[in-house]
């Protein structure tokens, strides 16, 4: 048994659940992942300098046990997110120590320490095999996977699942990630894969959709209402994408940051007005490493009163963080709220705490989903109210590559891989729904 009979099986229409759940598993499979022993490959060098291409590594490796609770996934496409630039550049900590302190918890979670770390947290794919407790699921469903992984064992978690002390991010913090041909997700990490989608359009959105999801529009991070002037950063990336549809369908006005006529030119696609292209008004909020100019925050703030008729912003949709964060705080209005989950350039940030204390501003951390927020965010995918942001599409032994342009801000929206599905549009059940949006969802193909 091979991983191409479990290809020809989700590729036949006549495959039952019980054909599905008889298919045995093959020993070994394809899977991108990160080595233990290479951790120190970039010492010295720069974080623009270091090369996801020369960390990553195709390797075949062996099927991991099947837990209580967990899911064995057929992954059809899988998608690169920003964690997994920083895994393979082993920034801002080596991956390793969250496997290895995952690995004392229990016999079972030993499996995750591993000298490889088989990265990636998005998938689209079929169920496989569950494990014991396993009901809502079974094999042969078409799914997504989002990456919220916990235990629940204590009561902090039962609230709010992302509040779990033992709360990890799969393919980050875990092992068995989804770049790879097969997965192993705890089950309720599963959600119905949108059926308009094809396999790899399907994958993309999960991790960022769902983060934007909470960040800016869950009661648990900023709680967005109709009207609310939104600054999202980086407004055509993986997060922003997102956060722009969502600022936009729940009737709001994003003022969208971007660094290129090309980047204004998709926001504008997606239905954006207000758009700031920072590259050209050429922001330079840092005189020098140490030092932050506040009359550029001014010059900003001025630029949104322009675009919004003197208003300023309810909301700033942060993400990244030292560079951006002084600027953020000074625009955001009297009473108004700062949402972060990231801080891409640099994660010790300075700004100017009278304009938080004396306006009344809150700074809101906010990080992943739980799974009803995964799940609401999903459904919006699934109903065709919030689109897949996908540009380019890659093999899985380009990976490397494909992360190497998320790391160098080369991409637009969202980066795509190949993982058993051969080729790209595959996977599509419901042709009605999909001709209704097709032209949103290819908004960012190809550019
Ligand atoms: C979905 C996608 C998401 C993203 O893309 S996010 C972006 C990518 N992610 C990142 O860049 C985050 C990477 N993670 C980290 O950098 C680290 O993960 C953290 C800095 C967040 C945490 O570091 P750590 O070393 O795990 O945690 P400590 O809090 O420093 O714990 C070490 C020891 O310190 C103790 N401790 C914690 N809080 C306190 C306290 N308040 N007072 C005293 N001690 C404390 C702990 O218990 C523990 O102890 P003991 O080593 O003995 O187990
Ligand atoms: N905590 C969480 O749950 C999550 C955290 N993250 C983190 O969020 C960050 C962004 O992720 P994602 O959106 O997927 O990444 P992307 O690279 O796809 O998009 C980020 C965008 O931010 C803009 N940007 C980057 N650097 C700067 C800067 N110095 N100043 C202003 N704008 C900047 C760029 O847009 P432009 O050049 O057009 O301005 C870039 O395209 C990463 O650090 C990631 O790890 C992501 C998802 C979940």
Not at 13 to 32: Q, V
Not at 124 to 135: E, H, I, K, Q, S
Not at 145 to 167: F, I, K, R, W, Y
Request: proline share 5%; net charge negative.
């Amino acid at each position: 048994m091979t991983v191409k009979d479990i290809l020809d099986a989700i590729q036949s229409p006549d495959t039952t659940p019980d054909d599905f759940a008889a298919l045995p598993l093959p020993e070994s499979y394809r899977a991108i992942t990160v080595h233990k022993d290479e951790t120190d490959m970039f010492a010295g060098l720069t974080t623009r300098d270091k090369d996801p291409r020369k960390a990553t590594h195709l390797d075949d490796v062996p099927v991991p046990e099947l837990g209580p609770g967990e899911a064995l996934v057929a992954v059809m496409a899988s998608s690169v997110n920003y964690n997994s630039v920083w895994t393979s550049i082993f920034e801002p900590l080596p991956t390793f120590g969250f496997l290895e302190r995952y690995g004392k918890l229990s016999e079972l979670t030993k499996r995750h320490d591993l000298p490889y770390h088989i990265i990636g947290s998005d998938l689209a794919g079929v169920v496989l095999r569950t494990g014991p407790g396993v009901n809502a699921w079974r094999p042969g469903d078409e799914v997504v996977a989002h990456c919220l992984s916990v235990e629940l064992e204590s009561s902090d978690g039962h609230n709010d699942t992302m509040l779990d002390p033992e709360q990890r991010i799969w393919g980050f913090e875990t092992n068995f990630g989804g770049l790879a041909e097969i997965a192993l997700v705890k089950s309720n990490q599963l959600m119905p894969k949108p059926q308009h989608l094809s396999w790899e359009e399907a994958a993309a959105p999960g991790l960022v959709n769902s983060t934007a999801y909470r960040q800016l529009v869950s009661r648990n991070g900023a709680g967005m209402k109709q009207g609310d002037n939104v600054l999202i950063w980086g407004a055509s990336g993986g997060l922003g994408s997102y956060a722009t549809q969502f600022a936009l369908a729940g009737g709001a006005n994003p003022i969208c940051v971007v660094s290129s006529p090309q980047k204004a030119e998709i926001c504008r696609a997606m239905g954006a007005e207000a758009i700031i292209d920072r590259t050209a008004e050429d922001y330079k909020f840092w005189k020098d490493e140490h030092t932050q100019d506040p009359k550029e925050w001014k010059r900003f703030g001025k630029r949104i009163r322009e675009l919004t008729g003197g208003e300023d912003v309810d909301i700033v949709f942060e993400h990244p963080g030292r560079e951006t964060f002084g600027a953020s705080v000074y625009v955001t209005r009297k009473g108004g709220t700062i949402v972060t989950c990231a801080s891409t350039s640099g994660y010790n940030h300075e700004y100017d705490n009278r304009y938080l204390w004396m306006s009344l501003k809150r700074i809101i951390g906010s990080h992943f989903a739980n799974y009803r927020e995964a799940w609401e965010a999903n459904r919006l995918v699934a109903k065709g109210k919030i689109h897949p942001t996908l540009s380019k599409v890659y093999s899985l032994e380009e990976t490397g590559q494909a992360a190497y342009d998320v790391h160098r801000n080369l991409h637009q929206g969202k980066v795509g891989v190949l993982c058993l599905a051969p080729e790209e549009g595959l996977g599509v059940r419901d042709e009605e729904l999909r001709a209704k949006h097709v032209d949103a969802i290819n908004r960012f193909r190809n550019i």
